[in-house]
């Protein structure tokens, strides 16, 4: 192993010792330091890295930007070994576009989703799908979360969710409201008659006993919003938005507004 690749592993351990995932700088760095090698170069040099970001193509400039992202965090870690350590500079291929702009649900929206989500095909699908999007709704969660969430994570006697492998790998509790609680608890009642020995122990399960997918999650909340007209060219609601609104009702002193 070459000096570069061990402060790879050593730059990828100290990161995910702090609670970062860093599944993609795992995958890009140690094929940049190959291309480092193949150029004969012993240090980070910022040409070759920009370079070496722009070998995919075919992509949107945002490709690239991510992999000389992953590059210059590995840079900035390698000057404080290496002094002739050369960090690329930011902006080389220009902004990555604005963010979008948050949906924010109305309770009219969140029960006209719900409502939809009821109509799904096969009555525990139905089910699946009101459930998860309410529990998103009401406590915030984001939707990987959700669909992570095993079945000894959620507390139904005392009303809390565990996440565990929230944000930065930190645990958090979620307290859930006595509504929220009986709902899940009739779910969970559904889900154990269709499925005493699902195939997944996760909480929320498709109509064959197995984890939700997030492919499939996507499509079918796609669907729901576009059958419900929520969806045009220039609005596009997503299933974090559902997060956001969240939020907004959280901060909003009571009584200002009834209207999100």
């Known amino acids: ?8 592993d ?3 351990r100290l990161r995910r010792g702090l609670g970062f995932k860093l599944a993609f700088e795992g995958v890009v760095l140690p094929r940049f330091v190959e291309y480092l090698h193949a150029a004969g170069a012993t240090s980070v040099r910022a040409e ?25 965090g590995f840079a900035r870690y390698m000057t404080t070994i290496d002094a002739s350590t050369q960090v690329p ?18 309770e009219q929206d969140i029960r006209r989703l719900l409502t939809a989500a009821r109509d799904l095909q096969t009555p525990f699908r139905a089910a699946t799908y009101e459930s998860f999007l309410g529990l998103l709704a009401v406590s915030g969660m984001r939707s990987g979360e959700a669909m992570s969430l095993q079945a000894n994570d959620v507390d139904l006697d005392a009303g809390v969710i565990t996440v565990s492998q929230a944000k930065f790998g930190r645990t958090r509790l979620i307290p859930l409201h006595p509504s929220t609680t009986t709902q899940l608890a009739s779910y969970a009642d559904r889900r154990g008659e269709l499925h005493r020995q699902p195939r997944s122990k996760t909480f929320f399960v498709s109509d064959a006993g197995t984890c939700l997918k997030s492919s499939t999650v996507d499509h079918t909340f796609r669907q729901l919003i576009t059958g419900l007209g929520l969806a045009s060219s220039t609005v596009h609601p997503r299933m974090h938005d559902l997060r956001h609104a969240f939020a907004v009702r959280t901060l909003i002193w009571p009584g200002f507004s009834s209207d999100l």
């Open 10 to 12: 050593d730059y990828l």
């Open 48 to 72: 070759l890295a920009i370079a070496w970001a722009q070998l995919p193509q075919g992509v949107a400039p945002i490709s690239w930007s991510h992999r000389l992202g992953a590059v210059r």
């Open 89 to 106: 500079p930011a902006g080389v291929f220009g902004g990555q576009g604005p963010r979008p702009t948050p949906y924010l649900w109305s």
């Open 1 to 8: 192993m070459s000096a570069l690749s061990a402060h790879v």
